[in-house]
């Protein structure tokens, strides 16, 4: 029954490595925090280079996007927002094709059956309720898939979530639902949002397990993900993660946060920044050399710079299939345009 733990789970301050994690996975998982930190940061600079439109920074989210697919199969499907714009790269995708999403070209529109990773959901919410669908979808036809689906503290506040979490729950749909609490939507705090306490106290309200887990240690996340996949693979139904943090970077690179944000609270996030704190913990534990580190960040560096030359390689974009399926006949002001 529905139970919430109001604590923050965390792994990476102590010094025990969680069971079912060989060496090999935990590189793996350290490789793809890598891959996503090395694709935010050079985003930002194709981004001021006007190479690439306005962006949805996730700097220091990394660890709850790898952590959370990580308890994922293949066969698994992931929906993410804006903000988990480049999660598919933890399966596989190729850098241009995200890259092209965020130029605006079409060829960053993949077909979501080709990765089980849904578009980029960019309405606030809309998507929960794909992720619900989906997963009874599977369940009805008897196939073992689970959804997962990000979305942000903000998220909470719409319509489409509430449906979308209770009917999963209803349904005993095989869904987790990961909400990056993030501290703010915008300029709009998580106090101006709601009253509950915790975000984890709204599953109490739709009956499934709230987890808390800080949102800055990738194997805390992977931990409450893994039992929540394991759970709603074996018909146990849905569960709410809260990954909790404070946005540590501005929400896109049209914001100036200093407006709003708590510089203080800032300094301290990028003092325990995600990839760092992993990397510190696994070489306490012997697990990650020099060589590896070393290795791991140049192989992502090389991945976003072929990237960005073949999504720049790439023929410009008919500008008429704007107007395709929009208009029989086009305004006047569109013609001529
Ligand atoms: C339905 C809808 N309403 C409003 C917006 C404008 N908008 C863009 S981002 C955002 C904030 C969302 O905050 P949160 O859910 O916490 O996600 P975060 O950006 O922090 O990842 C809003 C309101 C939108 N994209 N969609
Ligand atoms: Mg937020």
Known sequence: MAQVMPDLRRVLDGDTIPDGL???????????????????????????QGRIGTYAIYWNHEAIQAGATFALRDEDWIFPSYRESAIGLVRGMPVETILQWWRGHPSGWWNPADWN?????????????HATGLAWGKKLRREE??????????????????????FAAVMDAPVVFVCNNNGWAISTPVSAQTRAETLADKAVGYGMPGVRVDGLDVLAVWEAAREAVDRARSGGGPTFIEAVHYRAAPHAT?????????????????????VGRYDAFLRRASVLTDEFAEATRA?????????????????????????????VDPPGNMRDG
Do not use: K
């Open 22 to 48: 060989t060496d090999g996975d935990l590189l793996e998982l350290y490789r793809r925090m890598v891959l996503l930190r090395t694709y935010d940061e050079r985003s930002v600079v194709y981004h001021r």
């Open 145 to 166: 898939a689970v959804a997962m689906a990000f979305f942000g503290d903000g998220a909470t506040s719409e319509g489409a979530f509430h449906e979308g979490v209770n």
């Open 117 to 129: 990773v849904a578009s980029i959901c960019v309405p606030i919410g809309t998507h929960v309720p």
């Open 254 to 274: 049209a914001d100036d946060p200093r407006a709003y944000i708590d510089a203080t609270r800032v300094e301290e996030e990028r003092a325990r920044e995600c």
């Open 299 to 327: 192989e992502a560096e090389a991945a976003l710079r072929a990237g960005i030359a073949a999504a720049e390689a790439e023929q410009p974009a008919d500008e008429s299939l704007l107007f395709d399926h929009a208009y």
